[in-house]
Structure formats: C-alpha cells, structure tokens
C-alpha cells in the first residue's frame, strides 16, 4: 500500500509539469511528514551523507572535460580523421560521423556533448555534401547516444552511485558493448546510404574504393606503429639512465608527442621514418619475435626466418602499392590516402590521449575512476587553450560556469534521489518487490525481458539520471537474488537509456538535435526509427548475452 502512495505521488507531481528532482523532494517529504516518524535530524543529515560518496565527484570533472573539448576544436579534428578513414565508403560523412561520435564520446562521457560537439560541424558538412537532412538528423542523434555507453560515462556514475557497484569495472564493461553498438550504427548507416546512392568523400577522385579502402588501412597501421614504437625504443634507453622506469617512458612518450606531428610536415622526414620504421623496421621486428619459438631449427633453416619474413612483407606492401597505382615499397612513398590518414591522425592525437589517459590510468591503478575524471578535465583545459588554441583563457570562466549549472543540477537530482532511495528502504519496497517476484516464479528470463519494458516506458517520461537513481535500487536488489551479474545488468540499464534518449517524449537527444537541425520532434523521430530499431535489436543482445559485457573484464581481472 506504501508503494502505491510513494509512487501515486510521485507520477500526479510530475504530470503538473514539475521538474523530476522537486518532484523527488516533495514526495519524499510528504510521506514523511504525514505517514512516518522518522525524525526531521535525520532527513537533514541523509542529504549531506547521500552526496559525500567519493565517486559522485567524478561528475563534475567529467562535466568540465567534456565542455573544454566541446569548446576546444576537439571535435573538428575528430571528425576529420574519421572521414579520412572511412569517407570513402557508401554515405562517408554520415559514417565519419557515427565513428566521431565514438570518438568523442570516449572523451566526453555524455550524450547531448557528444550531438551538441559532432552535430554542429558535422551536420552543415553533410546538408552541403547532398545528404538529406533527415539522414544526417538520425545518424547524429543516435550515434551521440554512444557518449554514455563507450566508457567514461556520467551515467555509470550514477549507477554506481545507487548500487555501490564498480566504476572502474562498469567502465571497462561498457568498452565492447560500446564498439558492437557503433558497429552495428555505421553499418545501418552504410546500408541506407549504399540503397539510397548516397554521395561518398573521395580524397582523390580517380581512385575506387577498394584502392582508398587498402590505403586508408596501410595509414592507419602506420600512424599506431609510428605511435608506439619510437616512444618504446627511446623509454628502454632512458631506462638504463633513469632509476624510474615509468618516469623514464613517460618523458620518452611526452617527447615524441611533441615532435611527432612536425615530421609529418616533412616528405623527407616521412620517406626516411616510412623506409626505416614500416619498409625495415616491421619485418625485422617480426624477425626477432621469432627467434626464440624457431630456436630449436638449425642455425642454417633458422637464418631463413628473417629472410621470409622481409620478402614477404615487402611482397605485400608491393602488391598493394601496384594496386592502387603507387608503389610505396621501391619509390619510399606512401600511399596517397595513407599520408593523409596519418596526418589527421596526428592532428587528433591530443584529444585521442585522453581516452588513454582516462582507461589506462584507471585499469593501471594509477587513477580512482574520480581522479581520473580530475585528471581528464586539467588534461583538456591544457590541450584546448595550449595545444589547439581553439579556446582562449577569457572563454574559461564561462565554461567553468556552464558547467557548475549542469553539475549543481545533476547533484540536486541525485540529492532527492538519494532521499527516495531512503524512504523506499525504509519501507521495505525493495525487498517486497522481490520476494512478490520470487513467488510468482519469475526467472532471470521473464525478469530482464519485465526490466527491459518498464525502463523503456520510464524512457518517456524520465530522464536517465533520474531514471538510474529511482529504478536501480528498486530493481537491483532482484537482479542479485536471481543471480544476475551486477555490472551486466548495469549495462543493460545504460542501454536502455540510450534508447530512451532517442525517443520522445523527453529524449535529449532529440531536443538537442532539434536544436542544431531546426526539425520539429515529430520529423527527427521518423529520421531516427532505422537506427532505433538497430539499438533495440542491440538492447536484445546486451540482454541475454553476457559475454559480451563481461568477457573484458573478467579477462582484465576485475570481479
């Protein structure tokens, strides 16, 4: 009978048009007021003790990162990289846009940043290109769903939040999920394209794209190798000087970021790293991982190993090269698409470090997922204004403002959720709701299918911090009697999340494309539903498919 007060109350609030949080507050006040004795002492003092939770001060900071980049030029270069990777297939912007967003979202850990960010340059390019606005609309609205699902993200925070699980963990969880459902974006987005004729990005116009799909490989894997390799080589001979090892590759790796990108300036500079690191230093490398598993072959077969090695590296680079009409192999050129790859690439590589920083310092153990955050928002203050120089010091405060706004906001919810969460606790709800479910012989099955419809109905109404902060302690304590995985089912909840943001009548996505496009709700929902549908079938999976959440971080060890 409580829960059906509790619950009453709360829906009549909110459809008087009452903001969600306030809705919070006063439902939690009334019932106490009117139909409990719990002492006003401790109303106050579980405010103050429901927000001093280490964790929730990651928000904040992940809040402030995600402006400066927002602000920074980040997202320009982002964009331009993807479309030099992938602009050449069927619908190349609407693609480079889904894999921007993906991008962008593992630096930003918020949705409507990652739309606001990417939609804003992207969507303009695309119109112009002779895209449909509508097409651009539903890729971009969707694919910056991405931004809470590809780790950081605010919305895990949350969850954590309410559930006392891992945020390390839950991010490390959402890294697969995140990619399989970019994945399953961008080929949605291709299909269409590829039916409709959509145009393509040619870098070069009398190229096919099997020739700049090859060159845009051979780039890629140039620009990781030219990435790791100096850096290593030059931290191991610091390391003999220095007695701290990491220190020794953290100066080696700072080093070659700074100098990096001026010899990609160079064709000189280019041809002589291109012959001595990819042409030789690749398949000599190749040579000396080998020698220890053919040691037990004569010296005399055994000193063939390199030689095959080498030819049939060269070999290749050589068939590709003639292939695409250039022979980077015996001319010491790259391939054309392949230098323009590498170049966009190193333009982006600030903004693309901080995925590296966020992630490594988090599984490392260097950084707590909130220090992380903390070091993501110095770490893009620093590229934004120094680096890029998008942004100059007289923007700061305005964006330090913009932020206190959102994340006072955020807090102010997660306070009254907090207060809910207590009163549901104190009365029990949670775990009547289970013991009613366990009676009724409801599995792990018909549980997760019931999870997934009342989230997605909540989708309309709610908000997703709100809807994380009421429905988890709720639904949490059911999920663990069943047995299921907490940070599988805190993936689910993300998931269905991203839904919600992409539907109205309260998605945020949609306002804020709405927004950027100047289309009405009603047009950007017939845009989205190709999309949608791919992320419901992709919910379906996430659902009953374990693994796919689970599988990194049991493999990194983290229970």
């Known amino acids: ?64 990162a995600g402006n400066f980049l927002t602000h920074g030029g980040v997202a320009k270069r982002m964009i331009n990289f993807a479309t030099s990777l992938v602009g050449h297939w069927h619908g190349g912007l609407g693609l480079a846009g889904v894999m921007a967003c993906a991008l962008f979202a593992a630096v930003s850990g918020s949705s ?38 590809i780790p950081p993200s605010i919305v895990m925070v949350m969850y954590s939040v309410a559930t006392n699980a891992s945020v390390g963990t839950l991010f490390m969880a959402g890294v697969i999920p995140g990619l399989a459902l970019a994945t399953l974006l961008g080929l949605t987005t291709w299909w269409r394209a590829r039916k ?86 690749v398949p000599m490398g190749v040579s000396f991982l080998l020698i220890e598993p053919f040691a037990a072959l004569s010296p005399l077969y055994a000193s063939f190993v390199p030689v095959i090695v080498m030819l049939a590296w060269l070999s290749l680079i ?31 590589i600030w903004g693309l470090l901080l995925i590296v920083v966020v992630m490594g310092g988090i599984y490392t153990g260097i950084f707590t997922p909130t220090e992380a955050a903390a070091m993501s928002a110095v770490y893009a203050f620093f590229v934004a204004v120094f680096v890029y120089k998008d942004m100059k010091l007289s923007d700061v405060p305005k964006v330090l403002l913009s932020s206190a706004n959102m994340s006072a906001m955020l807090l102010y919810i997660i306070t009254n959720a907090v207060m809910f969460s207590f009163i549901m606790t104190d009365q029990q709800i949670p775990q009547q709701l289970a013991d009613w479910l366990l009676n009724q012989g409801l599995g792990p099955v018909a549980f997760l299918l019931a999870v997934n419809i009342l989230l997605l109905i909540a989708g309309n109404v709610m908000e997703p911090s709100s ?29 269905n999340m991203e839904v919600g943001m992409c539907h109205p009548p309260v998605g945020l996505n949609l306002y804020v494309a709405s927004g950027i496009t100047e ?41």
């Not at 109303?43 to 928000?59: C, Q, R, Y």
């Not at 490989?217 to 191991?236: D, E, K, S």
């Not at 709720?474 to 998931?495: E, R």
């Open 1 to 64: 009978m409580n829960a059906l007060i509790i619950f009453g109350l709360l829906i009549a609030l909110m459809l008087t048009g009452m903001p969600i949080s306030i809705a919070l507050g006063l439902t939690v006040l009334t019932f106490l007021y009117t139909m409990t004795t719990v002492p006003i002492e401790s109303v106050a003092m579980k405010l103050f003790t429901g927000i001093e939770k280490f964790e929730i001060m990651a928000i904040p900071f992940f809040i402030l």
């Open 112 to 149: 409507p940043a990652t739309v606001v960010a990417i939609g804003a340059i992207l969507l303009p390019a695309m119109e112009k290109a002779g895209f449909p606005k509508r097409f651009g609309a539903g890729v971009i609205t969707t694919s910056g769903a991405l931004g809470i699902l």
């Open 196 to 281: 409709n004729n959509y145009p393509r990005v040619m870098l070069f116009a009398d190229r096919s794209s099997l020739q700049a799909t090859i060159g845009c490989l051979f780039g890629a894997f140039y620009a990781l190798v030219f990435t790791a390799v100096p850096p290593w080589l030059l931290g191991a001979a610091l390391a003999t000087w220095l007695p701290n090892a990491g220190f020794a590759y953290f100066l080696a790796g700072a080093f070659w970021l700074g100098l990096a990108p001026w010899t990609t300036k160079s064709k000189w500079i280019t041809r002589f790293v291109y012959v001595g690191l990819i042409v030789i230093g």
């Open 318 to 348: 050589q068939a590709c090269g003639s292939y695409t009409k250039i022979a980077p192999t015996f001319r010491f050129e790259l391939m054309w698409e392949s230098l323009e790859v590498w170049r966009a690439y190193w333009k982006s």
């Open 467 to 495: 809807i994380v902060l009421i429905m988890a302690p709720i639904l949490f304590p059911v999920a663990v009697q069943l047995g299921i995985n907490p940070i599988h089912f805190g993936i689910l909840i993300v998931v």
């Open 519 to 559: 289309m009405g709700i009603t047009e950007l929902t017939k845009a989205v539903w190709p999309w949608l549908l791919t992320m419901l079938g992709f919910l379906l999976v996430v659902t009953y498919w374990p693994p796919l959440t689970l599988w990194l971080p049991n493999l990194l060890g983290m229970h």
